[in-house]
C-alpha cells in the first residue's frame, strides 16, 4: 500500500462537519430557557457562563445569591477538551441551530415552582460541568519492550522475519474459538509484557477469563499495561478493573474519561464535545513480539460463547516488523495526555487484598459456568495452539494505521482511517469487497460509489438488517442511502439474523442469533485491511480507529472465502430493486427461495422507530 494511506497529508486543513451538534449540548438549551423564565432580577444575576463546555472563560470563582441559596463555581479546568468550530468570519463557536425556535412555551405561561425547579435543576448541572478530569495525579511514560527477540517467540519470529525481508507474517482468526484460545496462549506464554487496549471489555465468562490470566501473568513477573475506553465502563464493572489495577506489575488507565463515574450522561450533558470522542481500537500485543487486530473486544460475544447474539468477526494474528508499529501505536495512546490512570479516577484505590479477593470469586464463578474452549490447557498445549498460528503465517508487507487523538484538536474530527480509504478506493481498479457492520454513506460516499461504476468497478457489500443490527439508529442511518446504493450499482447483501443460519461456531448454544460485526475491505483481490473501522460517522469523524493493511493476494483469497461465506443465499438477504422502485429482499431457506417485501424478519415497530430517527438531525452522530 502507498505511503500515503496510513501518513496522510492534509491540505489547507480539514472542516468540521457542517453539522455542529456534537459542540450543543443539553447545558446550552437549559441556559436558553432559564434566560427566557420571567424570573426576580436577582435570578438574572446568576452567571451561567463559567461552566460552558469549551468555552474559552474560566469560572469567575464569584457567589452569587438566588434566593436563600449560593452557588460557588470552582475553576473549569478540563482535561483533553476540545475546542469548538470557529465561523472562519468572526471565529466565534458556530451553532447548529437556534434553540429558541424550539422552545414549546411562552414565559407567562410557567409556574413559579416550576421556573425554581428548572434553575435548580440547571444550576447542579453547572455544579457538575465545573468539575472537570482531574490533572494534577501522578503518572510516568512507558513503552514496549525494545529488545522483542529477547523472548522465545521473539527469537523464534526475528529469526522468519530476517528470511523475509521489509515483510511480516499475518494469519486470519475468522472463527471465535481460535480467536479466543490464542489470547489466552499469548497471557500464559507472554515472557516480559502485555498490551492490552480496547473498547469494551465485559465481565462475563470471557472477561473474567482473560482477566484472571492477566493476573497470572503478572505473578509470573510480566508487565501488564491495560488501556480500557471508558465509556463503557461503570458501576461493578468499574470495581473489577480498580482491582485489576491493584497488582503491582499492572496498570490500568482510562481513554478520555468521564468526570462523574456514578452517572456518566452527565458528562454527555455537560461535556458533549469531549466525551463524544470514544477510542475504538482493538489491540493486543504480546512480548513486542506477536499482536492480534481486528475487530474483536472482549466479551462472550465476539468469541461465539454467548447464548443469545453472537457476532460475526475477525481479527489477525501477526508477527514480525507491524507489531512494532503496533506498539508505537499503543505507547502513543498510552503516553498521551487522553489516557489517565484509573486510580486518578476513583475516591478509594483498591489493595492487593481486594485484588485476591475479586480474583478468587472469579475462579468460583467460572467453576460454575461451563465454557466450551480449554481455558484450563497447559502451557504444552497452548504454545501448539500459537505455533500452529505462527508457522500458518503469510509473509507479506503490511502497516498498522490508526487515528491519532490529536487529530480531533487540530482538525475537529479525525483523519487517517477516513481519507486514506477514500484514497485507496480512487485507485481500486475492478473490484471493492466490504464487510462492515455499520454502513451508513454519506455524499462523498455516493460520489465515491458513482466513480467506481464509471471505472467499472465492481462493489459488493454485507452488512448488518434491521434484524440482525445491534444499533437501532446505525440501521436508520443505512437504510436512508439504500436505495440509492442499489440503483448505483452496488451488490447489496444484509446478514440474516436467525438461527436457521448455519455458522461454524462452538457456541453454547445452538439457537442463538446473528449480528455482524467483522470490519474487513478487499481491494482488488490483492489488498486487505482488518480493523475496527466501520463506514459510519461515528467511525469517519468522532472516534480514533486502527486496523492493518496488508498487501497480500494470498491473504485476500482466505478473506475472501470468508466474505463469500456471509453472502451465500442461505446466510444473508440481497437487497435489489423492482420495476417500480422499490426495494425487495430474496434469500432461501432450506434450499427455497423467499422474496420479502419490507426489511426481512422484523417487526412493525422495528421499521417504524427506524423510519423516526432517519428524520431527526442526528445523522453526522451515527
Given at each position: 500500500m502507498k505511503t500515503d494511506v496510513h501518513r496522510p497529508t492534509v491540505s489547507g486543513g480539514i472542516k468540521n462537519p457542517a453539522n455542529s451538534l456534537r459542540n450543543y449540548t443539553l447545558l446550552d438549551f437549559l441556559r436558553q430557557v432559564v434566560s427566557r423564565l420571567p424570573l426576580r432580577q436577582s435570578l438574572h444575576a446568576v452567571d451561567f457562563?463559567?461552566?460552558s463546555p469549551g468555552s474559552a472563560r474560566k469560572c469567575t470563582h464569584k457567589s452569587t445569591s438566588v434566593g436563600q441559596q449560593t452557588i460557588q463555581c470552582a475553576p473549569a479546568e478540563s482535561s483533553g477538551s476540545i475546542r469548538r468550530p470557529m465561523n472562519a468570519k468572526n471565529k466565534s463557536p458556530e451553532r447548529a441551530f437556534d434553540s429558541s425556535a424550539f422552545l414549546p412555551f411562552e414565559r407567562a405561561s410557567i409556574p413559579a415552582f416550576t421556573r425554581v425547579r428548572a434553575l435548580t435543576f440547571l444550576s447542579l448541572l453547572?455544579?457538575?460541568g465545573c468539575a472537570g478530569v482531574p490533572k494534577d495525579y501522578p503518572r510516568s511514560p512507558s513503552s514496549a519492550l525494545p529488545d522483542y527477540a529477547s523472548t522465545a517467540i521473539g527469537a523464534y519470529l526475528a529469526k522468519a522475519a530476517a528470511s523475509h525481508p521489509d515483510q511480516s507474517g499475518f494469519a486470519m482468526l475468522g472463527d471465535g474459538r481460535r480467536a479466543m484460545t490464542s489470547r489466552i496462549a499469548m497471557s500464559d506464554l507472554a515472557e516480559k509484557t502485555l498490551d492490552l487496549q480496547y473498547f469494551i471489555w465485559d465481565e462475563d465468562a470471557t472477561?473474567?477469563?482473560l482477566a484472571e490470566r492477566l493476573v497470572r501473568a503478572a505473578d509470573r513477573g510480566v508487565r501488564v499495561r491495560v488501556l480500557l475506553d471508558d465509556?463503557?465502563?461503570?458501576?461493578h464493572r468499574d470495581a473489577v478493573i480498580v482491582a485489576l489495577d491493584a497488582h503491582p506489575n499492572i496498570e490500568v488507565r482510562l481513554f478520555n474519561p468521564f468526570a462523574n463515574r456514578s452517572w456518566k450522561l452527565m458528562g454527555f450533558l455537560t461535556d458533549f464535545s469531549r466525551v463524544n470522542h470514544r477510542m475504538h481500537n482493538k489491540l493486543f500485543v504480546m512480548d513486542n513480539a506477536v499482536a492480534i487486530v481486528g475487530g474483536r473486544n472482549i466479551g462472550n460475544h465476539y468469541f461465539d460463547v454467548h447464548q443469545v447474539v453472537n457476532f460475526r468477526d475477525m481479527d489477525v494474528v501477526a508477527g514480525g516488523p507491524v507489531v512494532r508499529e503496533a506498539s508505537s501505536v499503543?505507547?502513543?495512546?498510552?503516553?498521551?495526555p487522553w489516557a489517565v490512570p484509573i486510580t486518578a479516577l476513583v475516591k478509594q484505590p483498591a489493595t492487593v487484598d481486594d485484588l485476591r479477593v475479586a480474583t478468587q470469586t472469579v475462579l468460583e464463578r467460572l467453576a460454575k459456568e461451563p465454557h466450551p474452549y480449554p481455558v484450563d490447557g497447559d502451557v504444552a498445549n497452548l504454545k501448539s495452539e500459537l505455533g500452529n498460528l505462527l508457522q500458518r503465517f503469510i509473509w507479506a508487507p503490511g502497516h498498522m494505521i490508526f487515528d491519532d487523538p490529536n487529530e480531533i484538536k487540530e482538525y475537529?474530527?479525525?483523519?487517517t482511517m477516513t481519507e486514506g480509504f477514500y484514497r485507496?478506493?480512487?485507485?481500486?481498479?475492478?473490484?471493492?469487497l466490504i464487510e462492515v457492520p455499520y454502513f451508513v454513506v454519506r455524499d462523498r460516499g455516493l460520489a465515491a460509489v458513482d466513480g467506481m461504476r464509471a471505472r467499472g468497478v465492481h462493489v459488493r457489500v454485507l452488512t448488518n438488517s434491521l434484524a440482525s443490527n445491534d444499533v437501532l439508529?446505525?440501521?436508520?442511518g443505512h437504510a436512508a442511502k439504500r436505495k440509492q446504493l442499489v440503483a448505483a450499482g452496488v451488490e447489496l447483501y444484509e446478514l440474516r439474523s436467525d438461527p436457521a443460519v448455519e455458522k461454524e461456531s462452538f457456541r453454547l448454544s445452538g439457537s442463538s442469533r446473528s449480528s455482524l460485526h467483522c470490519k474487513a475491505f478487499v481491494f482488488d483481490r490483492k489488498d486487505v485491511f482488518i480493523g475496527s473501522l466501520n463506514l459510519d460517522p461515528r467511525s469517519g469523524d468522532i472516534n480514533t480507529e486502527a486496523g492493518l493493511y496488508v498487501e497480500s493476494p494470498e491473504l485476500a483469497a482466505q478473506v475472501i472465502t470468508h466474505m463469500d461465506d456471509g453472502v451465500l443465499p442461505q446466510n444473508s438477504y440481497r437487497v435489489l430493486l423492482d420495476a417500480d422502485n422499490h426495494l425487495y429482499w430474496v434469500t432461501e431457506t432450506d434450499g427455497k427461495a423467499e422474496r420479502f417485501d419490507h426489511d426481512p424478519n422484523s417487526t412493525l415497530w422495528q421499521r417504524i422507530k427506524s423510519r423516526i430517527i432517519q428524520m431527526l438531525p442526528v445523522r453526522d452522530q451515527i
Amino acid at each position: 500500500m502507498k505511503t500515503d494511506v496510513h501518513r496522510p497529508t492534509v491540505s489547507g486543513g480539514i472542516k468540521n462537519p457542517a453539522n455542529s451538534l456534537r459542540n450543543y449540548t443539553l447545558l446550552d438549551f437549559l441556559r436558553q430557557v432559564v434566560s427566557r423564565l420571567p424570573l426576580r432580577q436577582s435570578l438574572h444575576a446568576v452567571d451561567f457562563r463559567c461552566c460552558s463546555p469549551g468555552s474559552a472563560r474560566k469560572c469567575t470563582h464569584k457567589s452569587t445569591s438566588v434566593g436563600q441559596q449560593t452557588i460557588q463555581c470552582a475553576p473549569a479546568e478540563s482535561s483533553g477538551s476540545i475546542r469548538r468550530p470557529m465561523n472562519a468570519k468572526n471565529k466565534s463557536p458556530e451553532r447548529a441551530f437556534d434553540s429558541s425556535a424550539f422552545l414549546p412555551f411562552e414565559r407567562a405561561s410557567i409556574p413559579a415552582f416550576t421556573r425554581v425547579r428548572a434553575l435548580t435543576f440547571l444550576s447542579l448541572l453547572m455544579l457538575n460541568g465545573c468539575a472537570g478530569v482531574p490533572k494534577d495525579y501522578p503518572r510516568s511514560p512507558s513503552s514496549a519492550l525494545p529488545d522483542y527477540a529477547s523472548t522465545a517467540i521473539g527469537a523464534y519470529l526475528a529469526k522468519a522475519a530476517a528470511s523475509h525481508p521489509d515483510q511480516s507474517g499475518f494469519a486470519m482468526l475468522g472463527d471465535g474459538r481460535r480467536a479466543m484460545t490464542s489470547r489466552i496462549a499469548m497471557s500464559d506464554l507472554a515472557e516480559k509484557t502485555l498490551d492490552l487496549q480496547y473498547f469494551i471489555w465485559d465481565e462475563d465468562a470471557t472477561g473474567q477469563i482473560l482477566a484472571e490470566r492477566l493476573v497470572r501473568a503478572a505473578d509470573r513477573g510480566v508487565r501488564v499495561r491495560v488501556l480500557l475506553d471508558d465509556l463503557n465502563l461503570k458501576g461493578h464493572r468499574d470495581a473489577v478493573i480498580v482491582a485489576l489495577d491493584a497488582h503491582p506489575n499492572i496498570e490500568v488507565r482510562l481513554f478520555n474519561p468521564f468526570a462523574n463515574r456514578s452517572w456518566k450522561l452527565m458528562g454527555f450533558l455537560t461535556d458533549f464535545s469531549r466525551v463524544n470522542h470514544r477510542m475504538h481500537n482493538k489491540l493486543f500485543v504480546m512480548d513486542n513480539a506477536v499482536a492480534i487486530v481486528g475487530g474483536r473486544n472482549i466479551g462472550n460475544h465476539y468469541f461465539d460463547v454467548h447464548q443469545v447474539v453472537n457476532f460475526r468477526d475477525m481479527d489477525v494474528v501477526a508477527g514480525g516488523p507491524v507489531v512494532r508499529e503496533a506498539s508505537s501505536v499503543f505507547d502513543h495512546f498510552w503516553n498521551g495526555p487522553w489516557a489517565v490512570p484509573i486510580t486518578a479516577l476513583v475516591k478509594q484505590p483498591a489493595t492487593v487484598d481486594d485484588l485476591r479477593v475479586a480474583t478468587q470469586t472469579v475462579l468460583e464463578r467460572l467453576a460454575k459456568e461451563p465454557h466450551p474452549y480449554p481455558v484450563d490447557g497447559d502451557v504444552a498445549n497452548l504454545k501448539s495452539e500459537l505455533g500452529n498460528l505462527l508457522q500458518r503465517f503469510i509473509w507479506a508487507p503490511g502497516h498498522m494505521i490508526f487515528d491519532d487523538p490529536n487529530e480531533i484538536k487540530e482538525y475537529g474530527r479525525t483523519v487517517t482511517m477516513t481519507e486514506g480509504f477514500y484514497r485507496r478506493i480512487d485507485r481500486v481498479e475492478s473490484e471493492l469487497l466490504i464487510e462492515v457492520p455499520y454502513f451508513v454513506v454519506r455524499d462523498r460516499g455516493l460520489a465515491a460509489v458513482d466513480g467506481m461504476r464509471a471505472r467499472g468497478v465492481h462493489v459488493r457489500v454485507l452488512t448488518n438488517s434491521l434484524a440482525s443490527n445491534d444499533v437501532l439508529a446505525a440501521h436508520a442511518g443505512h437504510a436512508a442511502k439504500r436505495k440509492q446504493l442499489v440503483a448505483a450499482g452496488v451488490e447489496l447483501y444484509e446478514l440474516r439474523s436467525d438461527p436457521a443460519v448455519e455458522k461454524e461456531s462452538f457456541r453454547l448454544s445452538g439457537s442463538s442469533r446473528s449480528s455482524l460485526h467483522c470490519k474487513a475491505f478487499v481491494f482488488d483481490r490483492k489488498d486487505v485491511f482488518i480493523g475496527s473501522l466501520n463506514l459510519d460517522p461515528r467511525s469517519g469523524d468522532i472516534n480514533t480507529e486502527a486496523g492493518l493493511y496488508v498487501e497480500s493476494p494470498e491473504l485476500a483469497a482466505q478473506v475472501i472465502t470468508h466474505m463469500d461465506d456471509g453472502v451465500l443465499p442461505q446466510n444473508s438477504y440481497r437487497v435489489l430493486l423492482d420495476a417500480d422502485n422499490h426495494l425487495y429482499w430474496v434469500t432461501e431457506t432450506d434450499g427455497k427461495a423467499e422474496r420479502f417485501d419490507h426489511d426481512p424478519n422484523s417487526t412493525l415497530w422495528q421499521r417504524i422507530k427506524s423510519r423516526i430517527i432517519q428524520m431527526l438531525p442526528v445523522r453526522d452522530q451515527i
